[in-house]
């Protein structure tokens, strides 16, 4: 045998990393259930987030409240985005332990809790149950998306995860208000509307819940933190067909990983706290205002924002820029047509007071351009891509906190802004905040389209080779 023959064996019988298998796979069944089964978490996020506000005079009349004050009102919408920021941390370090150990336990607290909803008694405990529901919300936004950037393939993350994530969130807001104009139109009784809108989010919760139980553990998990490659190797095997790979442990410890890594996760948080301010405010002048002029319920108005403007762009947004043209462009992009839309909503204020038709296009085109940075933050992109597999479910929870403290303050700190400094002060605040979210991303991220988990990561990985 000659030299050269010789090399090309050796070359042939050299490892092959099984994470570079993975991100190599084509978009495949395997890779749809994993959309559809994590991503109907978050249709149950957006259903039971959004059905709240839908029902709320009715709630308020059942129990016998005229007027409802700023701070229960706060309290009523914030309490789920509370529950839902302790949730992820306590489920970030839970899933350090088994991503599929607790998947589904996610989307049965928030089944147990919409159900219960149907048996407060009064406003102090339909906010405490919805505290409890935000506890599996919170759950189901470490999970899911760890799980869904763990299993995905490297060309299609960014769209498994624009689709699973920010898309079927709107689906699911937009399903409760359908919900709602059903039962209305058929006379249902008005305490019986509220209380079945607010438990039917068991539904989408339960309907996941085996499929969620089938899922299987994640090979970075399984290589990476419980040091089982033959576990790993046989999951690399159900979704690439080979089996003869390598997946190394990384024994670095946590402290290591995430003093090295602790500046990603910051900004992660940062921009998703930002991002929600913005786009959790911004309800406090579209739909009343505009609604009222077009002779329309809130609720017809946003359906038809989320419906024309909304799920269209996110779905174009998944399919065709995300991973095409990156993160960052997508976000900036997003971010400076917000704020172009929001002064131009401010100079045409007396134009829109008297064409309602007007008010509704520059709203809606708002809302699209919003959903630039939705994809990447509102997709919980960040924390999964910028963080190594040793610290990624704990590294994710802090950026879902971050995005739901945000959340919160526009609850509890915008109404009063916006009372004090006036509709057209609060509106260029959210236009200047719009510029600053573009800002922070062109300076504290790096481009993460195209690129595998492991590289962003930093993670030792082995090369592939001719044997793939």
């Known amino acids: 045998m000659d030299h050269d023959s010789h090399s090309n064996m050796a070359g042939a019988e050299r490892p092959v990393s099984g994470f570079a298998k993975l991100d190599a796979q084509r978009f495949s069944a395997f890779h749809v259930r994993a959309v559809l089964t994590t991503g109907m978490g978050c249709v149950t996020d957006g259903y039971d987030l959004s059905s709240i506000g839908i029902v709320l005079p009715l709630v308020l009349a059942s129990f016998g409240i005229k007027k409802i ?4 009102a706060a309290m009523l919408t914030g309490s789920a985005l509370l529950g839902a920021a302790l949730g992820a941390l306590i489920f970030g370090q839970l899933a350090q332990h088994g991503r599929k150990r607790f998947y589904g336990l996610d989307v049965l607290i928030m089944a147990i809790a919409a159900v219960a909803q149907i048996a407060a008694p009064n406003l102090i405990w339909l ?61 249902v009784a008005p305490d019986l509307i509220w209380r079945i809108v607010l438990a039917a989010g068991a539904l989408p919760a339960l309907s996941v819940l085996y499929l969620r139980r089938r899922m299987p553990e994640t090979a970075r998990y399984l290589a ?13 095997k159900s979704v690439t067909g080979s089996s003869d790979v390598v997946l190394p442990v990384d024994n670095r410890s946590f402290g290591e990983v995430f003093r090295r890594h602790g500046k990603d996760i910051l900004a992660g948080t940062v921009l998703w706290f930002t991002f929600d301010i913005v786009v959790y405010s911004t309800v406090l002048f579209g739909p009343s205002l505009i609604a009222k002029g077009l002779g329309v319920s809130p609720t017809i108005f946003s359906l038809i924002i989320s419906l024309v403007f909304v799920i269209p762009a996110l779905t174009i947004g998944s399919l065709f820029f995300l991973d095409r043209f990156g993160r960052k462009p997508v976000m900036i992009f997003g971010y400076i047509g917000a704020a172009i839309v929001l002064c131009l909503f401010n100079f045409l204020h007396q134009t829109i007071l008297h064409n309602a038709l007007l008010g509704l296009f520059i709203y809606g085109l708002f809302n699209a351009m ?83 988990l492991e590289e962003l990561s930093r993670e030792p990985v082995l090369e592939t080779t001719a044997a793939q």
């Open 224 to 236: 990476r933190i419980a040091g089982d490659e033959d576990a790993a190797r046989a999951v690399v």
């Open 127 to 187: 906010i405490a149950i919805r505290f409890v529901l935000g506890l599996g919300v919170g759950a189901d936004y470490v999970l899911s998306p760890t799980i869904m950037a763990e299993h995905a393939n490297q060309a299609d993350r960014g769209r498994s995860l624009g689709l699973g994530f920010s898309m079927l969130y709107w689906v699911g807001a937009v399903m409760a208000a359908l919900l709602s104009l059903v039962l209305h139109a058929f006379n």
């Open 69 to 72: 004050s700023g701070l229960d």
């Open 370 to 452: 919003l959903m630039g940075p939705g994809l990447v933050c509102g997709a919980a992109l960040l924390g999964v891509e910028l963080t190594p597999t040793r610290i990624r479910a704990v590294g994710q929870s802090i950026t879902v906190v971050g995005g739901r403290l945000g959340a919160t303050l526009s609850a509890f700190v915008f109404p009063l802004v916006f009372a004090i400094l006036g509709q057209g002060a609060a509106i260029g605040t959210l236009a200047a905040l719009s510029v600053v979210g573009a800002v922070l991303t062109y300076v504290l991220i790096p481009e993460t389209a195209g690129r595998s």
